[in-house]
């Protein structure tokens, strides 16, 4: 797959049999349809449905930063807010093919959920450990 932003080859990384593609070039990770939601549900962050069909049924945000291609269907993607604050803004494919987080965006967002929707397990540090391990990113 082809990054929507370098348009480098991402790389494929597998965790409890997700498969998301990550960009090693602008640290960029892509979550195909219902990914995201299987990455949360692994770690115990049950209560996300209503989150996610409100980004997909969102309105578009304004943002000066450039519209990306859906690397799955190459049509221009939307830009959807989420989360508290700072929000993040992410990029939604208007076929629903998936979710674009650029670097550090993922990482935000797991936190901003596992704050709102605790489990009863720690899945806020097991996420973040593998978002530290395989994407770099940091709290």
């Not at 929507?4 to 960029?28: A, F, Q, T």
């Not at 309105?59 to 989420?82: A, D, I």
């Not at 899945?123 to 593998?130: L, R």
Request: net charge negative.
């Amino acid at each position: 797959m082809i990054c929507p932003v370098c348009r480098s080859d991402m790389i494929v990384v597998e965790y409890r049999s997700i498969e998301l593609d990550h960009c090693n070039g602008c640290k960029g990770v892509w979550f195909d349809s219902g990914e995201l939601e299987l990455l949360l549900k692994s770690q115990g962050l049950e209560e996300t449905k209503a989150f996610f069909d409100g980004i997909l049924n969102s309105q578009e945000s304004l943002s000066s930063e450039k519209k990306r291609k859906c690397p799955v269907c190459g049509h221009k993607m939307k830009k959807g807010k989420t989360g508290g604050q700072p929000e993040t803004l992410i990029d939604i494919c208007r076929d629903q093919h998936g979710l674009w987080f650029d670097g550090g965006e993922v990482a935000q967002l797991v936190k901003y959920l596992a704050a709102k929707h605790p489990s009863k397990h720690d899945s806020k540090a097991q996420v973040m450990d593998f978002l530290e391990e395989v994407f770099g990113a940091s709290g």
